[in-house]
């Protein structure tokens, strides 16, 4: 049996392999992908470049073509209306007249079913 290496052994075995050529215009598409995200700075950068990225792919996701300021004010605008509308539109059971009986916690009355005595 030949001893051989790792190094040798894969060596022979990928000469071994057919090679398919690639078709011009997929590596001519991968390359410009790759010019693209490079000169969009994806691959370098900090931690802020990082972040920055993070914010405006998920920008893009929301609101496609727009600066990231547009969907942020739109998502804290619903946010803001949404806590208003939360404090300042009544609930249905509180404009009606409520008797004590009725406004107790659900903390102060006893449970119907008590698990803890099973234990």
């Known amino acids: 049996m030949n001893e051989m290496d790792d190094k040798e052994f894969a060596d022979q075995l990928l000469k071994s392999l057919a090679t398919t050529p690639v078709p011009a215009g997929l590596e001519s598409r991968i390359?410009?992908?790759?010019?693209r995200l490079a000169a969009e700075g994806r691959?370098?950068?900090g931690p802020a470049a990082r972040l920055k990225h993070f914010a405006q792919r998920w920008a893009d996701r929301l609101w496609p073509g727009a600066p990231v300021w547009q969907p942020a004010s739109v998502l804290a605008l619903s946010l803001a209306v949404g806590l208003m509308a939360g404090a300042f539109v009544p609930s249905l059971s509180s404009s009606r007249s409520t008797t004590t009986s009725e406004s107790t916690l659900l903390a102060d009355t006893s449970s119907v079913m008590d698990y803890y005595k099973d234990l």
Do not use: V
């Open 31 to 35: 390359l410009a992908d790759f010019d």
């Open 43 to 45: 691959f370098s950068g």
